[in-house]
């Protein structure tokens, strides 16, 4: 059994998954302390399932490995009674009713907080004894997310589980999301590609790009590092030197480097502009070029 | 886990249930009165090729037992694991506080527990059926009566089960594992049958002349048969010879070739050997679905799911 450190709910030490010859993630390395909501950010394809399947006990690891609440995930009862997880595309058991998946729960599970998951699809309106299949795709995820969280796990992990709603279901679902996380000592890990989604339930962030972690920090410490500098176009290289320079674009007569300070900026002559999460993840994802970041950058310098 | 298998398979359960009711119904009550009515003709010495009259539906719905094995693979086997990797489902139960191991295991006992018990309660069925034609009937080896009676057709259910549960856990998906459950099932018992049945155990040779008659004693199983002319097997087509071709009548030509040194040889499996064929035919095919069922497990916990 690995164990992390006192505090820290889940840890990847150079975790990585193979598929034959390719590698579906790699050198996985991160910490998330226990009681955070983590967004789980990357372009399709970057590993964001992969990680989340190794760290749920589904798949296991082809190099490195992971602790979950402080035990390596695997097939036993020991474990699975500490996480909750909810697969890409939400599987339930379509012809069954809401009322058949909570007695499910019940039977499966050592730990299961019945009047909790009741009270909550209560809240929601949604009608136990109709079949899972006939419900819109905003109610099926709340099922499942209550089907999880009535385990009480520790750490939950969530696939993106948004991906396929429309706002207003996404807000709903974000919203019991953040109404559990407040109510104890849940860990969450929650991959999605809607940032602006994330910006709103996480305090931090693993940024995963071509089967690599770029970045894995707090959420404010992420917002207060990453600047955009905007100045005359002239030579790079001091910053380049001092900082991480992500992403630059130069024209005729200015350049604008999108960068993670890794200490004071001294140089004044630089136009020094605040990004958002989503910019910042664009520069990791190596989508600076194209048109939201060229919106991003008018945007500055208008 | 009992709880969740109940509501997972309770339909076909049922429908299971349904469907051996509608078979054993008629079964048993023609099968009474077709034993009175043997036990009658038995005593008198009358029994004739007449005593089925009347039954023809009932004996082609004891035919059509044939299909009950692949129709559990079909339905069981194939779906029991393989539909719920096709959802995505087994995300959703390996999550919960079940171990893998344990959920495979009860699948697993479902399904051969279901297989083994329907097999058994069909087949004992048609076997009781049957045991009236099958005195009205040349062999029982012969047709469909040992495919459908005694304890092959259990060993066909169990394998089928099997097969359909390793073709869901290779595909991965419910239909293509139905299709390939059908055609492995079809092709395994057709070579079982036209290539290895006959040669269970070294057959039984019979020489006798043409003007005996042809065909292996009552209730053997055909292996082949032979014209021999001198010791030497002759093989191809056999040209009438002259002296004999001018008989009017076909006992006078047997009759002649017999005097040329035409022989004929039978080689049968005789009529004893039937229940240790249905043993023989029931391990072959208990062990290949125990080689699936491996196959299948190994698979699922070696592949990530």
Known sequence: MTTAPDGVAIAADGLGKRYGSKWALRDCTFAVPQGRVCGLVGANGAGKTT??????????????????????????????????????????????????HLRMGAHLNRRWDDPAARDR?????????????TLSGGQRAQVALALALAKRPRVLMLDEP???????????FLSTLAE???????????????????????????????????????????????????????????IERDHTVLHSERTQRQVSLWVRLDGPLHDPNWQVEELNLEEIMLAYLGLGAEQPAKAARSEVSA | MTWLLWRQHRAQAAIAAILLGAFAIPVLVTGSSLHAAFTACRASDRCGGDLLNGYENVNTLVDLTILVPAVIGLFWGAVIVGRELETGTVALVWTQTVTKRRWLGSKLITLFAAALLSGAAVSGLVTWWSSTRNATLESRFGGLQFDIQG??????????????????VIWRRALPAMATTVGGYIGV??????????????????????????????????????????????????????????????????????????????????AGRYWTFQWIEFGIFAALAVLLTVVAVVLLRRRDA
């Not at chain 1, 699809?121 to 299949?133: E, F, H, K, S």
């Not at chain 2, 394998?159 to 390793?166: P, S, T």
């Not at chain 2, 018992?189 to 020489?207: D, I, K």
């Open chain 2, 151 to 168: 304890v092959a057709p259990v060993g066909y259910t169990i394998f089928a089960a099997a097969l359909g549960l390793a073709s869901g």
């Open chain 1, 121 to 133: 699809l209560g809240t929601l309106r949604i009608p136990l004894d109709q079949r899972v299949g």
């Open chain 2, 189 to 270: 018992r057709m070579v079982v049958e036209l290539f290895l049945r006959p040669h269970y155990m070294a057959p039984v040779s019979t020489l006798s002349g043409l003007s005996k008659g042809f065909g292996p004693p009552t209730g053997s199983l055909n292996v082949g048969s032979d014209i021999l002319l001198h010791g030497r097997v002759l093989g191809g087509a056999i040209r009438m010879p002259e002296q004999c071709a001018s008989g009017s009548s076909r006992p006078a030509s047997d009759a002649c070739l017999d005097r040329l040194g035409y022989q004929l040889r039978q080689t049968y499996q005789p």
């Open chain 1, 162 to 172: 948004v991906a396929a709603l429309d706002p207003l279901a996404r807000r709903s």
């Open chain 1, 51 to 100: 990680l989340l399947r190794l760290l749920a006990g589904l798949s296991r690891p082809s190099a490195g490995h992971a602790a979950v609440s402080g035990q390596v995930p695997r097939d036993s009862a020991e474990f699975l009674g500490e996480i909750g997880y909810l697969a890409q595309d939400v599987p339930l058991y379509r012809r069954w009713s809401v009322e058949d």
């Open chain 1, 180 to 238: 559990a996380v407040a109510d104890g000592e849940l860990t969450v890990i929650l991959s999605s590609h809607l940032v602006a989604d994330l910006e709103r339930v996480c305090d931090h962030l693993v940024v995963l790009a071509e089967s690599r972690t770029m970045l894995a920090a707090d959420l404010d410490s992420v917002l207060a590092e990453h600047r955009l500098l905007v100045g005359p176009r002239r030579d790079t290289s001091a």
